[in-house]
C-alpha cells in the first residue's frame, strides 16, 4: 500500500479516498480503479464545503461512481444520501433489514440534534449473496450494530469497511432491542476475524487499522457506540 495523504491510500488494484464528515466524524469512503469507475461509501455528508471536496475529487480523478453502498442506515451514515442522488443520480443500496432505520433516521436526527435531514429517497435493496460483488466488492450480513449492519470485503486489495461493526481497539455496541454484545462478538468472530489477519480495515469512524493488530483488544475490550 502506498499511502500519499492522510486520508488517500493507494492499493494493488484501487485507490480509497477518505472524508470524514459531519458533527460525528463519520467517515465516506470512494473506491475507484485506474479507469475511473468507483463505489461511494455511507456518504454522510452535511455542509457544503464538504460536499465540494468529495465533488472536487471525483471530478478531478475523472471518477463514474457507479453505486452507493451503506453498511447501515443510522442518520450520520445517510446523511449525504440526498446530496449524491440529486448530483450522481445514484440511489442507496441498503440492506431490507435496514428499511426501519431508514425510514425512521430523519425523525431520530430531529430528535437528537434538531436538525433536518432530506430524505425522501426511495432505496435500492441489496442483496446479501456472497457470490454478487458491486464493483470489487463482495457483501458480508454482520447483524450486531444493527439488524442489518453489512461489510463490503474486496478478497484482490485485501480491504474490509466494516462500518460500525468493528473499530480500532472497538466494536460497535448494539442500537436496537434483541441485539447483544455476545451477537456482535460471535458475528465478528466468525466473518471477519477469518479473513487474512493482513487485511486492511476502514471503518465507518476514527482511524484505519490491520485486522491482526486489532485481535488483542477484540478479546478484551467492547463499547464503542458509533
Known sequence: MLRTSDNIFHLKHHTIARFVVNGLRENTYIMHD?????????CGVRRETKEERIAN???????????HLITHCHFDHIWGAQWIFDTYG??????????NNYTTAP????????????????????????????????VIATPGHTQGSLCFYSHDDGVLFSGDTLFK??????????????????????????????????PG???EFILKDNTIFLLNKVGRSG
Open 34 to 42: 485506474e479507469t475511473g469507475t468507483g463505489i461511494i461509501i455511507d
Open 205 to 207: 469512524h476514527g482511524p
Open 57 to 67: 475529487y471525483i471530478t478531478s480523478n475523472e471518477i463514474k461512481l457507479t453505486d
Open 107 to 138: 425523525d431520530t436526527l430531529q430528535k437528537m440534534l434538531h436538525r433536518p435531514l432530506p430524505l425522501p429517497l426511495p432505496y435500492t435493496p441489496l442483496t446479501i449473496n456472497p457470490s454478487h460483488t458491486y464493483g470489487p466488492l463482495t
Open 169 to 202: 481497539g472497538y466494536v460497535g455496541l448494539p442500537k436496537e432491542p434483541g441485539l447483544t454484545i455476545e451477537q456482535v462478538q460471535s458475528v465478528i468472530d466468525q466473518h471477519i476475524m477469518t479473513l487474512p489477519p493482513e487485511t486492511l480495515v476502514f
Open 90 to 99: 445514484l440511489l442507496p443500496i441498503i440492506s431490507p433489514l435496514e428499511l
